[in-house]
């Protein structure tokens, strides 16, 4: 393959390869946002023929980051993209490891039922699993928000993802605490216990991927980089940029 640099390539040719990577980007995102989605129906149902088919669907999630990867190479290599452009083609490439981790996030829910629901043992108390359905309906959600975010490049969007995640914290936390206090009443669910701290982790683990697509919006966007900043500390970065171009 000829990776020579063209840098008096058209406009719309230029445009239709960023339009494309785009495109694989989001099909990247449908993809782990099913293979999450199945993984948590495969735990609440009981279902191991679902779990079998998340876990068999992995690499799919895996070439994708491989094929998005290799995209990303070739553009930079060929067109040698400034400026904005530039912040985009890193935004999508940043928001494929997160992608490809949500998908592993997804096989770690689906080997848990397989391990609950897959062999001769008791299944765990239904009480143990009390806190999956309101967590992951908090951290689906919030990849929701963010892929649609990124449909758009929409940083306002992004921005009230960004720093949201508190609420699915708490409810990590207070999971932990109830987990707590089921295997001090009884250490028969020490073991099972054990097993669901990996599962809600897993769980809380999609809403900070998600959160991280959010900055990567933000970044490509503004230029700005809001890891690591509060809300405010947030908005007030994204502000100076937005006031300072508007007076340019």
């Known amino acids: 393959m000829d990776l020579t640099p063209q ?6 040719s230029f445009d239709d ?25 495969s735990i609440k149902k009981e279902d191991l023929d679902l779990a079998k088919k998340v876990l068999k669907r992995e690499n799919k999630v895996n070439n994708f980051e491989l094929n998005v990867d290799a995209s990303v190479n070739r553009i930079i290599a060929l ?4 400026a904005s452009d530039l912040r985009h083609i890193m935004a999508i490439s940043k928001c494929v490891n997160d992608l490809e981790r949500v ?25 143990l699993l009390r806190d999956i359905d309101n967590m992951s309906k908090y951290a689906q959600g919030t990849l929701s928000d963010a892929l649609e975010a990124l449909s758009r490049w929409d940083m306002d969007s992004a921005l009230a993802i960004a720093k949201s995640d508190e609420e699915l914290n708490l409810a990590f936390s207070d999971a932990l605490r109830r987990l707590a206090t089921y295997m001090m009443e009884d250490s028969r ?3 099972y216990a054990i097993d669901v701290v990996f599962l809600i982790k897993a769980i809380e683990r999609v809403g900070d991927h998600a959160r991280n697509i959010a900055e990567y919006i933000v970044y490509a966007v503004s ?26």
């Open 7 to 12: 840098p008096h390539h058209t406009v719309s």
């Open 223 to 248: 230029g700005q980089d809001i890891r690591h900043m509060d809300s405010e500390e947030a908005h007030e970065s994204v502000a100076d940029v937005q006031n300072y171009n508007s007076y340019k």
């Open 103 to 127: 998908g592993d996030e997804a096989r770690k829910i689906a080997k848990i039922t397989a391990k609950f629901y897959g062999g001769d043992s008791t299944p765990p108390n239904p009480s």
């Open 17 to 41: 390869e960023m339009n494309q990577l785009h495109a694989q980007i989001m099909e990247m995102g449908g993809l782990a946002k099913k293979q999450i989605q199945k993984a948590i129906a």
């Open 79 to 82: 067109r040698q993209p400034m």
């Open 189 to 191: 669910n020490i073991g």
